[in-house]
């Protein structure tokens, strides 16, 4: 398993628009993907996990991806969050 | 109207009660409800599949319906991720799976339980997103029940819709520019939808039981709310009477909206002030252009009747500071006001014998001071943003009043010892709708910083006449002489101790009760949007 922190710079936060299209690359990677927020465990591939942990601006979140193609998604993602989702 | 054809003989009905004035012609368009219970056929051992294959399909069929609408609108793009979403999946296929539940029952389950997340989130704009979670359930459980939707939307043509009951849900969607009139089998003159259409002045009837068997969908109905009467498929003299009745209210409406930008003075030069009575924030946006000095009665029971759990302080305050800054002149919040007709879908009420008698309004408050608390709070955080008056219902004794304001006195300490800003004037003032209270106005009159009479209560509560009873309906008379003269007191005694004295029931928007009411010296006029107009001119006369 491969990890990384990262600060989310959205303004709103993972709203909607943001959190789906961090779902739908997730979606796209063959490890299993997961945010976690201290002690909570949140699954990057649901939009309503993830718009349901309600991760506001300014958050460090802990990303972790797990599976063969791990380090290769971990920046993928990372590079897409870093990138402000779209926003 | 010459393609409005009818095969059937002309059928003449009475309503009893107006829910909203106003004459209309339209073909009928019938609102059937939809049942979205779960049907709970059971899976039979191996055919956990066939559910599964059965969930795929209607999820493709709606995520088709979404992408469709996504073009006009980018909200179902979002509802698109979310029907499509990985935990809805998981949810739906684990009951299935391992749970024995058919699709219709596991779609159900898994929807409420990932609405019920979103519904108890802090963060406002999340809390909403449970709605959407639970559209798009009801849009899966619609494509696996077969059930074909009437879309209210979609209505592009003038009608007038004749349904058993009409909700909050079904009323949002419908285009007021169409929707000619609205009949409803039931319903009283107090229900939502009657509160509705008098918002968007379309005349509407309610309690007009039978109906739906008496006509079909695009039956031409000639309905003259005022009167309560309703023909269908009317003969040709009958259609042109109405036809001419339609142009002179059309007239009479559009004579009636040059009074608007005038001031509601009497001849006698006294200024009164003209407010309305809301139940939700969007009530008061709709209203805005009709030069209100305020909202008399903000009724909070809807926050509390729409929601599927006690709302919170912050939900509460939310929703009061926004009233607040939409009508910087007067907001009077009433306190929750349930009990008698209205209960809440997530806490059960004992049965009563007599609920109108019973555990209802402050009394409820009173007893839960947990719940009253949190109400306060957020009226009292909200009132730092605009001129809010808090106003409790259903008082019978001095004692409560105290009780009631000292509970006002112990949140704004709490307040002030958090550093909250709110304003320390608020007003506290009291419904008028008890005999007792009538009896005791004087004495009310010293504790209480206003007087709101409230006509409805008052009437059925002085007569001993159930409001919601359709064989004693006619008995019913805000008019009676003991009605006029609890009111006259209520005023009288209001005045001596120099009190503002409002009037916020059905009586208050009814033209023909106010030279009475004026001569009374009645203060302030609180009625539904729709009559606004119509009481001013009668007041300036």
Redesign the interface.
């Known amino acids: 398993m491969v990890s990384e922190k990262i600060v989310i710079k959205n303004e709103s936060g993972l709203h909607a628009r943001p959190a789906g299209i961090l779902a739908q690359a997730a979606m796209k990677c063959n490890s299993d993907v997961w945010i976690m927020l201290g002690e909570k465990k949140v699954q990057v591939k649901s939009i309503l996990n993830l718009m349901a942990a309600g991760i506001k601006c300014g958050t460090e979140i802990e990303l972790q991806c797990e599976g063969e193609s791990e380090a290769e998604d971990l920046q993928t993602l990372k590079d897409l969050i870093e990138s402000g989702l779209g926003e | 109207m010459a393609d409005m054809v009818d095969m059937v003989d002309m059928v003449e009905m009475k309503a009893v009660k107006t829910a909203s004035r106003g004459i209309a012609i339209a073909p009928a368009y019938i609102y059937r409800e939809i049942d979205l219970t779960p049907d709970n056929y059971p899976v039979a051992e191996g055919a956990a599949l066939q559910e599964e294959a059965q969930f795929q399909e209607v999820k493709q069929a709606v995520l088709a319906e979404l992408e469709q609408l996504s073009q006009d609108n980018p909200i179902f ?2 509802h698109m ?2 029907a499509d ?4 999946q998981e949810g739906v296929i684990g009951r299935i799976k391992s749970g024995k539940k058919n699709v219709q029952q596991a779609i159900f389950e898994t929807v409420e339980e ?1 609405a019920e ?2 519904g108890q ?3 406002e ?2 809390r909403e ?1 449970k709605a959407d ?1 639970l559209d798009i359930g009801k849009r899966l459980l619609i494509k696996c029940k077969k059930i074909s939707v009437q879309d209210l939307a979609a209505i592009s043509e003038p009608v007038i819709i004749v349904a058993r009951d009409l909700f909050p849900s079904d009323t949002v969607k419908m285009n007021p520019e169409f929707v000619k009139g609205i009949i409803t089998e039931e319903g009283g003159v107090t229900s939502h939808v009657s509160i509705m259409a008098k918002n968007y002045g379309i005349p509407a009837l309610t309690g007009v039981s039978g109906i739906l068997s008496k006509l079909e969908d695009g039956n031409t109905i000639c309905m003259d709310a005022g009167s309560g009467d309703i023909v269908i498929a009317p003969k040709q003299g009958v259609l042109e009477g109405y036809q001419k009745r339609l142009q002179a209210d059309l007239k009479e409406q559009e004579e009636i909206k040059k009074y608007r930008s005038m001031e509601a003075v009497t001849p006698a030069g006294k200024r009164i002030s003209l407010c309305i009575n809301v139940g939700n924030t969007e009530e008061i946006k709709l209203a805005l252009d009709k030069n209100i000095d305020g909202v008399g009665l903000f009724r909070t029971e809807f926050l509390y009747m729409e929601n599927t759990h006690f709302p919170t302080e912050e939900e509460q305050f939310a929703v009061y500071k926004e009233a607040a800054s939409l009508c910087p002149k007067e907001v009077t919040i009433r306190t929750l006001d349930i009990g008698g007709d209205k209960s809440l879908p997530y806490y059960e009420f004992e049965p009563e014998e007599n609920p109108f008698l019973g555990w209802r309004a402050i009394r409820i408050s009173l007893d839960m001071p947990d719940l009253f608390r949190t109400q306060l709070r957020a009226i009292l955080r909200a009132s730092a943003f605009g001129h809010i008056r808090i106003m409790f219902p259903m008082m019978i004794s001095v004692e409560e009043l105290q009780k009631a304001k000292e509970m006002v006195e112990k949140c704004k300490e709490e307040l002030r010892q958090e550093g909250i800003a709110f304003d320390d004037g608020v007003e506290t003032g009291m419904m008028m709708e008890t005999p007792a209270s009538v009896l005791l106005a004087e004495e009310f009159a010293k504790e209480a910083d206003f007087f709101s009479i409230g006509t409805n209560d008052l009437t059925q509560y002085i007569l001993a006449v159930d409001r919601g009873n359709k064989k004693i309906a006619s008995r019913y008379d805000s008019f009676h002489p003991a009605v006029i003269k609890a009111v006259a007191s209520i005023i009288e005694a209001g005045h001596k101790h120099n009190r503002k004295v409002g009037m916020c029931g059905e009586l208050a928007g009814d033209v023909h009760a106010v030279p009475k009411l004026l001569a009374l010296g009645l203060d302030e006029f609180s009625m539904s949007a729709g009559n606004v107009d119509y009481v001013r001119k009668a007041i300036i006369g």
């Not at chain 2, 979403?85 to 809805?88: N, P």
């Open positions: 793009a979002a991720a979310i979403d990985y935990t809805l990932v997340i979103f989130m802090e963060d704009y999340m997103r979670v």
